[in-house]
């Protein structure tokens, strides 16, 4: 059994966020999988689903995203999880917007969802798969914080859903192949992602980015 987890910020107002990527993964993936109705539990919302390869438990934390592990641990006790069955999905700065990598341990990178995550579990190593939104173009007025808890453009809006589904098909990947095949297979695959015609992105301190609750 794998544990998938979406990151992102409980509400309406953060539904549409570059930040909330993990929890539209997972929605995407509960679709593809045709997963049984999400149900509150473990202060997140879950759902468990039949795959190829092995089934899924589907979790998304209704803590805000630096509070995530307390609603991962509880889950992974619940499940009986290994950290090595867990897959954390999160949006990724560094990434291109719509690239796909996965990545096994290592750090948090100061992504706070991460960190509240390793804190919780006591382990950094299970999987990520990161989801590129890009860091800020050189013209966007605002902090690190701000960027990622605010939507996307038209563009992006458009290449979304494909987005999505390479995330969902990642996963299933995973389920059939293992971790370490699929993202050796799944990074090799993937042609490395064209800047975004926003621009080069602004510098920021880790600071900035902690100075909205719940932001990466």
């Known amino acids: 059994m794998l544990l998938v987890v979406g990151l992102g910020n ?8 570059r930040h ?6 997972v929605d995407a993936l509960a679709d593809e999988v045709r997963a049984e109705a999400f149900r509150e539990k473990f202060s ?7 795959a190829p390869g092995e089934p899924l438990v589907l979790l998304k934390p209704m803590t805000y995203m630096n509070e995530s592990g307390r609603c991962v641990q509880p889950a992974m006790a619940f ?3 290994e950290p090595s069955r867990l897959i954390v999905i999160h949006d990724e700065l560094d990434l291109p917007f719509g690239s796909v990598r996965l990545k096994f341990g290592g750090g948090h990178a100061g992504h706070n969802g991460l960190r509240s995550i390793m804190s919780c579990v006591g382990s950094g190593d299970f999987g990520r798969i990161r989801v590129g939104v890009g860091r ?9 914080a701000d960027y990622v808890l605010s939507g996307f453009d038209a563009l992006e ?11 969902a098909q990642s996963v299933l990947e995973v389920a059939t192949r293992g971790f370490n095949a699929a993202m050796n297979a799944r990074n090799t695959r993937q042609k490395p992602g064209k800047q975004s015609p926003k621009g080069e992105a602004a510098e920021a301190t880790d600071a900035a ?3 909205r609750p719940g932001s990466d």
């Open 10 to 17: 409980p509400g309406k107002e953060y539904a549409s966020h």
């Open 20 to 25: 909330n990527v993990g929890f539209m993964a």
């Open 44 to 50: 997140g919302h879950y759902a468990k689903a039949s």
């Open 79 to 81: 499940f009986k999880i």
């Open 136 to 144: 800020p173009p050189s013209t966007f007025r605002g902090q690190v």
């Open 157 to 167: 809006r458009e290449a979304l859903a494909d987005c999505l589904k390479q995330t």
């Open 209 to 211: 980015s902690k100075s």
